[in-house]
């Protein structure tokens, strides 16, 4: 196909309406197909890691805001008990 590399996979498709009625224009139209499916889905992956990795600093952060948490959460449930057990 001129203006087409060859190394390029080509998609050939029919970009007339499927109206029934209508007739086929019958143009084509190429379109190359610049990445492959599997490269694609790992360029989504490595951005998506990317961007859902925690720095050592978050990660030492996001551990002790859970520590502090379970403290007010144990903190909570023993005054509850102490109300609870009065009664």
Known sequence: MPGVPE???V??????PRTPGLKTLGF????????TETEDKQ??????LE???LSPE????????KFVRAAQYYE???KREELCGDR
């Open 7 to 9: 190394d390029r996979s």
């Open 11 to 16: 998609i050939i498709h029919n970009t007339t």
């Open 28 to 35: 084509f139209v190429a379109q190359t197909k610049v990445m």
């Open 43 to 48: 360029t989504q992956k490595a951005k998506w």
């Open 51 to 53: 961007t859902h990795t």
């Open 58 to 65: 978050q990660f030492k952060k996001l551990i002790q805001n």
């Open 76 to 78: 909570a449930s023993r």
